[in-house]
């Protein structure tokens, strides 16, 4: 597993490796299902595409991991060498049956896709709001869980206010994480869709569509322009603190002065520092 893997959810689930001493069966691709917790909805054509002749060169190299179900197998891990070998013309694949309680099937199912970035936004979301709700776990809980801040938690689940149509622009990647969590925050939901509308139509950055936000906001309050230029920067600067938040897991501060500034990162203990300079070490 990543070691990116939080500590709670890497004391619940069994490890996905397959060792040498375990077997390996042939098993019908009828009889196999998709893991029913898979947050993802939608597979890259191009992946299987490039997957399938792989597969119809080499054949499957790593064996799926399944576990027994009612009637056949449901897939836990290797979903994807699974439609690929169905795309290749298989009849089999190579896999492993091993055995998984019901928590531990949703949790892999999640934290497998997360931590390898296979999601999109949306999916993030869904995948969140379903785990949260099934084990009853509070967005600390869950944060604590899949090693991720409370902030980064709470940024996805507030997509899922969006209006379906937007969130389908993000689950397609017309619109980024950014363009969703910037509109995000507009109360009226017209002027939201036609601000959605108006990001894809004339492609507007995710800064662009901040600043027409505040204008748009500013105009409503009646905010002079020597208020709305100080509140512009402190909104674009509140967005990179809960961009590094999301980051380093803890509180960050930036405070911007006329000819320069500074970034305050927040530590509790000895552990957690060294635990942000590992983080600014591996990103240097």
Known sequence: M????????????????VSD?????????????????????EFEKDTIEELKQSIQEHGVIQPIIVRKSIKGFEIIAGERRFRASKEAGLSTIPAVVKEFSEPQVMEIALIE????????????????KKI???????????????????????????????????????????????????????????????????CIEENLSVRQL???????????????????KKVKKDVHLQRIEEDLKGVFGT??????GSKKGKIEIEFFTDQDLNRIIELVQQKS
């Open 113 to 128: 896709n997360i931590q390898r970035e296979d999601l999109n936004a949306m999916e993030v979301a869904l995948a969140y």
């Open 21 to 41: 001493d375990e077997k390996v069966i042939q098993i019908k691709l009828n009889e196999l299902r998709p893991n029913p917790y898979q947050p993802r909805k």
């Open 210 to 228: 901040e600043e027409l936000i505040q204008r748009i906001e500013d105009v409503s309050r009646g905010t002079n322009k020597r208020e709305r």
């Open 132 to 198: 949260m709700e099934k084990f009853e776990l509070t967005q600390e809980e869950l944060s604590l869980k899949v090693g991720k801040s409370r902030s980064h938690i709470a940024n996805f689940l507030r997509l899922l206010h969006l209006p379906e149509n937007v969130q389908n622009y993000v689950s397609r990647g017309t619109l980024s994480m950014g363009h969703a969590r910037a509109l995000v925050g507009v109360k009226d939901r017209k002027t939201l869709l036609q601000l959605a509308k108006k």
């Open 251 to 256: 509180s960050v501060k930036i405070t911007k």
């Open 2 to 17: 990543s070691k990116r893997l939080g500590k709670g959810l890497d004391a619940l689930i069994p490890s996905l490796e």
